[in-house]
């Protein structure tokens, strides 16, 4: 008989893979996996089998590989901290080289030039809130400013080897897409310039003319888009769902198919649209999950990353000639017998009316059980059908595990998004409140033992319920949370500062209110245990959060635990931390909902 701790460090260990890359003109693709225990940079030797193509010494964010296929940049942080520093390897991988490195500054980079000469990045060197724009001659390791900006940008690829995409963060969601010219530093922006809304993804055809963006320009929802350089400011629209976002897409080499992704309720569609005639298909037999990223490999092979809710990850392939799907990566392997079960999608209605999408996922049926509510963060991401070792092992356990999609989440619309903004944040709140009777009324789980937890923002909304509907919660675990949204921005990282007050705020506006709704400020109302987690380097919510609340906590004897990950940041990457940090959770929640 398979012990449980056995069941539940395989599914807490089992590895995937993702951010798919293709290594250009050599047929070969590249694919970041924990198989070495963190984020590594692997591919397939002559037998499939995945292989270590770079010998990074921390975590590897980000790949680039360059046009040619010789030469490939990597970004990497230390223990957690984000802030990438970017290295360089040739063609038979390795050990990479200092291509780009000031360890207290952040780089992002912006991949290559289409000559294979230059790399462009981002890096707030000159103040901590501001980030410039660079080139570097990758042989020469000669630097040049080319785009100046008081505030957060990236660049986001080449249009020529003399212009840059580069996107300029203006709110929490919206942002503008400007295209530099490095020769003369002139710029102007894609799309109507009085108007906030979302610009992502551009990508160029070769012959710098025409290009595609996705958009919610005066729209609810991301659209296919095309414009011209001649009129960079008129948008004409291809490809619209009223309901659903684009959120992805990906130009052929022949340039004759756009390859998108569609966000249908937190499941993808795969789609190719024909750029001369406008029409488009779906891509038929791909298993109901997440698609994370695509890279084409050739005219006619698209690869792609598939997460479902019952495979961690692994690469797919997609053939235009014969129509088939494949998949060519089985990282997602599991070592003992289980039974992993496919969420249920549902909708509540909130207090207000609002109807609330959700996941649940349990076995059998929910009636009688405990149940764990999942927040994710954000605020502005989506929870989606994607592999939650958690998930799957408390449902084993005899929970049901839901996971909602409260007001604020991206991909139901602009307007579902801003729908927590400022001092609408206790609506979210009431939205988790209202989930808890949804179970106990809809479901009949046992309304005495209903659980929270979430991470970052998600962590914020565990403690936020406890402390303003105590009554509902038999226990709750907070990962990376913030305890005061007040502390959080004054205390936060100076590059997202700004940007995080579209969202909660500003401090100058909204500092009574913060102190008003803090959990930290309404600590005698947690009753329910709660443990807590945080990453000492996180450079996006202070550890500052977790101890001022566990203090505080501890000195009105409340059933609290704080364990802190020395080399950790904002993610827990490290294997080892990944697993300390579940099993104590699902001990946790056993303990205090899962026992009579």
Same mark, same amino acid.
């Given at each position: 008989m398979v012990d449980q701790k056995d069941i539940l460090l395989d599914?807490?260990?089992?590895?995937?893979?993702?951010?798919?890359?293709?290594?250009?003109?050599?047929?070969?693709?590249?694919?970041?996996?924990?198989?070495?225990?963190?984020p590594q940079v692997w591919k397939l030797d002559e037998n499939d089998e995945p292989i270590q193509f770079i010998h990074a010494h921390d975590r590897v964010q980000s790949v680039y590989h360059s046009p040619s296929g010789d030469r490939t940049v990597v970004g990497i942080d230390r223990e957690g901290n984000e802030k990438q520093q970017l290295y360089i390897v040739g063609a038979a991988g390795g050990t990479p080289e200092v291509l780009v490195e000031s360890l207290q500054h952040f780089h992002h980079c912006g991949g290559w030039s289409p000559d294979g000469k230059y790399i462009s990045y981002s890096s707030n060197r000159r103040s901590p809130g501001y980030f410039d724009v660079?080139?570097?001659?990758?042989?020469?390791k000669e630097v040049k400013q080319v785009f100046t900006h008081n505030g957060n940008c990236i660049p986001l690829g080449w249009v020529?080897?003399?212009?840059?995409?580069?996107?300029?963060?203006?709110?929490?969601?919206? @942002? %503008?897409?400007?295209?530099?010219?490095?020769?003369?530093?002139?710029?102007?922006? =894609? &799309?109507?310039?009085?108007?906030?809304?979302?610009?992502?993804?551009?990508?160029?055809?070769?012959?710098?003319?025409v290009g595609y963006v996705l958009t919610d320009e005066n729209?609810?929802?991301?659209?296919?888009?095309?414009?011209?350089?001649?009129?960079?400011?008129?948008?004409?629209?291809?490809?619209h769902w009223d309901s659903w976002d684009i959120d992805?897409?990906?130009?052929?080499?022949?340039?004759?198919?756009?390859?998108?992704?569609?966000?249908?309720?937190?499941?993808?569609?795969?789609?190719?649209?024909?750029? @001369? %005639?406008?029409?488009?298909?779906?891509?038929?037999?791909?298993?109901?999950?997440? =698609? &994370?990223?695509?890279?084409?490999?050739?005219?006619?092979?698209?690869?792609?990353?598939l997460k479902t809710p019952t495979e961690p990850g692994d690469v797919w392939e997609y053939?235009?000639?014969?129509?088939t799907v494949t998949r060519l990566t089985s990282i997602g392997k599991f070592e003992t017998s289980r039974n992993l079960v496919e969420p249920g999608l549902y909708t509540y209605r909130s207090f207000d009316g609002l109807q609330i999408p959700y996941f649940m996922y349990h076995q059998g049926q929910p009636d009688n059980k405990p149940a764990i509510i999942y927040v994710h963060g954000g605020p502005e991401s989506q929870t989606k059908a994607e592999y939650n070792p958690i998930f799957q092992f408390l449902v084993y356990q005899g929970f049901t595990v839901v996971a909602p999609n409260i007001r604020g989440s991206k991909g139901y619309g602009r307007s579902y998004i801003k729908l927590d903004d400022a001092d609408k944040r206790l609506d979210a709140v009431a939205d988790l409140a209202s989930l808890a009777k949804e179970l106990t009324d809809a479901h009949q789980v046992l309304p005495h033992k209903i659980g929270i937890m979430g991470r970052s923002y998600g962590g914020f909304m565990v403690l936020a319920a406890l402390s303003h509907y105590p009554n509902l919660w038999a226990a709750g675990v907070d990962i990376v949370g913030m305890s005061n949204l007040k502390t959080f921005l004054q205390n936060t990282g100076e590059w997202r500062r700004g940007l995080r007050e579209y969202e909660y705020g500003s401090l100058d506006v909204y500092s009574d209110y913060f102190d008003k709704i803090a959990p930290m400020n309404l600590s005698e109302n947690i009753t329910a245990p709660l443990l807590v987690f945080?990453?000492?380097?996180?450079?996006?919510?202070?550890?500052?959060?977790?101890?001022?609340?566990?203090q505080d906590l501890e000195s009105r004897d409340r059933d609290v635990e704080l364990i802190v990950f020395e080399d950790e940041g904002h993610q827990t990457s490290k294997i080892e931390n990944h697993v300390a940090l579940h099993i104590k959770t699902v001990q946790f929640l056993n303990r205090h909902l899962n026992q009579n």
């Open positions: 599914l807490l260990t089992v590895h995937s893979a993702y951010d798919v890359q293709a290594i250009q003109r050599t047929g070969d693709f590249t694919f970041l996996s924990k198989l070495s225990g963190l660079f080139v570097m001659d990758v042989d020469t020529d080897e003399q212009t840059l995409f580069v996107n300029v963060k203006e709110t929490n969601i919206d @942002s %503008t897409i400007h295209v530099v010219c490095l020769q003369t530093g002139n710029h102007y922006q =894609i &799309g109507d310039h009085d108007v906030l809304a979302r610009y992502e993804a551009p990508v160029m055809k070769k012959d710098g003319e729209e609810e929802m991301l659209y296919l888009s095309a414009f011209s350089i001649d009129e960079p400011d008129e948008l004409t629209k291809l490809l992805a897409i990906s130009l052929a080499p022949k340039e004759d198919v756009l390859a998108f992704c569609l966000n249908e309720g937190g499941m993808t569609k795969l789609g190719m649209y024909n750029t @001369s %005639t406008g029409e488009w298909e779906w891509v038929e037999n791909i298993p109901n999950g997440v =698609i &994370g990223s695509m890279s084409w490999r050739s005219e006619n092979a698209l690869l792609f990353t053939d235009r000639l014969s129509g945080h990453g000492r380097n996180d450079s996006r919510v202070p550890v500052s959060e977790a101890e001022q609340l566990v």
